[in-house]
């Protein structure tokens, strides 16, 4: 690291400031010891630099943009002068043993990193992640002065959480435990007292991406006729749901919870509000023909309800995530006796077996409403229609992890070619020539 950058200023310097292959040392002008770090990965720490008792000590002085120029200025005034009384101003460890265990900073770590996230970070999600760690490592290090906590006691702990099968668990654990030392080390300058290996995360074994079940685009007028003859014995609005579940590839809970304030019929659009998308990012969804059609036929039915699928018990609250799940199980897509050995798929497969097959012969493929997303994905990504990657990510709602390319106008980002997308789709799914459509397209 080299401290021979260019003096810091104003507050657009710090800004503008870009990282590098390797952390760099800035300093501020003025000559009063404060600097800024900005590490490789892009955050960018606030550290005052002095000497105590003829020691080089540093002090963390907080995160930009958190905490502004100004902000560092400020602590840097009060650090000199505890200075100056005789104070050092990086003693400020907890003194009471209980208030330096991996618990205590477990708690701090939390409450800082939901405030830095808030947008994302919802009390169900922060909820969660306390959850995760007090199961994985706190229930067992947690009263454990964090000093004393060691690189081997996390991973036999993860190991644990792995030989259970729950990988994607394990590895959460483990990126949390490298953000819990990170914070440590950068807001309470421990970086001299912990172990230090904890700062990269642990190796976790990673489990191939299961993919939800999805049906095969070439059975998809299969599908639809199946579905069509569903509303014989079963209930119209759950097969309306799917239908425009198919249309609109969103996620089935964003689906369920739909409203009828959310559209705009005028203009063919559907606004999801940033509170019901997983993300929390508002979402449109451009409609197709086939769409509206689906819609108006729904709104004969719930259009007096402020839902559009309303639970049939509970018209306040929309229908169960279940479902769904149940009718295309009805209708034949369900796992296999042969796949398991579950007593429950068993009796669905005595219920149902005279719909597991398709008029060919052909056994279903299991498939489940999420599983629409994938068959989207993957037939638009493929088709000779040259839709770009980033408008078929986008109309997915799925984040873009750069911050900076994903700074977008949720609407506006290739909102024209998602519009054309939706309607080729449409006409993609209720054309009886499907799979000769997805390959060759129009």
Known sequence: MSDDKLIIATHKHVEHLKPSDRDEWYRVAGGTGLRLLVRK????????????????????????????????????????????????????????????????????????????????????????????????????????????????????????????GHHETAKRIADDTQRLFEYVVDQYSLEDDVDIRLLRPVKVISKPVVHREALDINNLPFFMQDLANYTQTGRELT??????????FVRSGELRGARWEEFDLDNKVWSIPAERMKMKRPHEVPLSAQALDVIKRIKRITGHYELLFPSETKPDEPMSDNTMRQAMFKMGYFPKAKDTKDGKV????????????????????????HGF???????????????RSDAI?????????????????HKAEYWDERVEMMEWWGILCISPFVSRTAKFGY
């Open 373 to 387: 997303r994938t068959m989207a994905s993957s037939t638009l990504h493929e088709s000779d229609q040259k839709f």
């Open 41 to 164: 990965q892009g955050g960018k720490y606030w550290r005052l630099k002095y000497r105590f008792n003829k020691k080089q000590k540093t002090l963390a002085l907080g995160v930009f943009p958190n905490v502004t120029l100004k902000q560092a200025k400020d602590a840097t005034i009060k650090a000199k002068a505890m200075l100056a009384d005789g104070v050092d101003p990086g003693d400020t460890k907890p003194t009471n043993a209980n208030d330096n265990s991996l618990r205590f900073y477990a708690a701090k770590w939390l409450e800082y990193q939901s405030q830095a996230t808030a947008r994302t970070w919802s009390e169900d999600h922060k909820t969660r992640v306390w959850k995760r760690l007090e199961n994985g490592i706190l229930k067992k290090l947690g009263d454990k002065l964090i000093t004393d906590v060691r690189k081997e006691d996390i991973r036999r702990l993860i190991e644990n959480v792995e030989a259970k």
């Open 393 to 409: 990510e986008r109309q997915l709602a799925h984040v873009e992890q750069n911050k900076v390319k994903g700074a977008y106008s």
């Open 239 to 248: 097969a309306l749901a799917i239908e425009l579940l198919i249309l609109t």
């Open 346 to 369: 068993a009796k669905t497969y005595l219920k149902y077996q005279d719909n597991a097959h398709y008029p060919d012969g052909r056994l279903k493929e299991k498939a489940v409403p």
